[in-house]
């Protein structure tokens, strides 16, 4: 695994340098990685999978970036209660949200 090769692409998605990437993507490469899973990137995965919806068209929906739907996704930052409440709206009345957009 090239790690400054992905690190890099990681970044570049992002527009941004990340603290901590390549150690952690060391880590991963060692298998030293532990997953643990918040409250809101399961409300958040649950929302777009009941939207049918990859990152970048939900993150196109609740008009925010890509880059910082893959920062609350994957744990890196937390969302703001807004984006809570557009994931529980959109998990109870997908069509709602759908419609509105």
């Not at 603290?19 to 777009?48: I, Y």
């Not at 990152?55 to 925010?64: K, P």
Request: charged letters at 30%.
């Amino acid at each position: 695994m090239d790690i400054e090769k992905i690190a890099k692409a990681i970044e570049a998605d992002a527009g941004e340098a990340i603290d901590g990437l390549r150690e952690s993507l060391r880590e991963m490469e060692r298998g030293e990685f532990v997953g643990e899973t918040t409250p809101e990137q399961s409300l958040l995965r649950a929302a777009r999978k009941a939207l049918g919806l990859s990152q970048a068209r939900f993150a196109e929906l609740i008009d925010t970036p890509v880059a910082t739907l893959r920062d609350w996704e994957q744990g890196r930052s937390k969302p703001p209660g807004s984006a809570l409440v557009l994931c529980r709206i959109a998990i109870r009345h997908p069509d709602v949200l759908l419609s509105a957009a």
